[in-house]
């Protein structure tokens, strides 16, 4: 006997897992991403523009959370790595965007934003003040600052 249609139904049954897996994978990427948007960490791809909805960027954190807690023992090792990951990234940037106001800029760029070397030259690039620029006197007496 043959036995191609038992090794047959073997490979359908590990290209029908491995769709899964990736379809996994996209939902939770998908979530992440939403929950990204936001936070005000990426812009939003039709407009453009910065949203901060923090009540919604928790509800999108929160159904990965139930994803991680309904699916905990069921997932492949990648999979649980990616959601744990996923969720980790995500809670930090939640504490962060809850710390600093909306209008208030990030001192440090995120992996998604542009360099100066990015941007095309049509846009004018604005000068940084020198670091050996002599401070004024105000400046000269002023060491720290408090901001409550």
């Given at each position: 006997?043959?036995?191609?249609?038992?090794?047959?139904?073997?490979?359908?049954?590990?290209?029908?897992?491995?769709?899964?897996?990736?379809?996994?994978?996209?939902?939770?990427?998908?979530?992440?991403?939403?929950?990204?948007?936001?936070?005000?960490?990426?812009?939003?791809?039709?407009?453009?523009?910065?949203?901060?909805?923090?009540?919604?960027?928790?509800?999108?954190?929160?159904?990965?959370?139930?994803?991680?807690?309904?699916?905990?023992?069921?997932?492949?090792?990648?999979?649980?790595?990616?959601?744990?990951?996923?969720?980790?990234?995500?809670?930090?940037?939640?504490?962060?965007?809850?710390?600093?106001?909306?209008?208030?800029?990030?001192?440090?760029?995120?992996?998604?934003?542009?360099?100066?070397?990015?941007?095309?030259?049509?846009?004018?690039?604005?000068?940084?003040?020198?670091?050996?620029?002599?401070?004024?006197e105000d400046e000269r007496h002023k060491k720290f600052s408090k901001k409550y």
């Amino acid at each position: 006997m043959n036995d191609s249609p038992i090794s047959e139904a073997g490979s359908a049954n590990e290209g029908s897992e491995e769709m899964r897996s990736a379809l996994f994978a996209h939902m939770v990427m998908q979530q992440s991403s939403m929950a990204m948007m936001l936070l005000g960490k990426t812009p939003h791809p039709e407009t453009g523009k910065i949203v901060h909805d923090l009540e919604a960027a928790k509800l999108f954190i929160d159904v990965l959370e139930m994803l991680e807690f309904k699916t905990k023992g069921n997932l492949s090792q990648d999979e649980a790595g990616l959601l744990k990951q996923s969720l980790m990234s995500l809670r930090m940037a939640f504490v962060e965007a809850v710390d600093s106001p909306p209008g208030q800029t990030e001192s440090r760029p995120d992996h998604g934003s542009l360099s100066s070397a990015s941007v095309p030259a049509s846009e004018p690039v604005k000068a940084e003040p020198a670091l050996d620029a002599v401070p004024t006197e105000d400046e000269r007496h002023k060491k720290f600052s408090k901001k409550y």
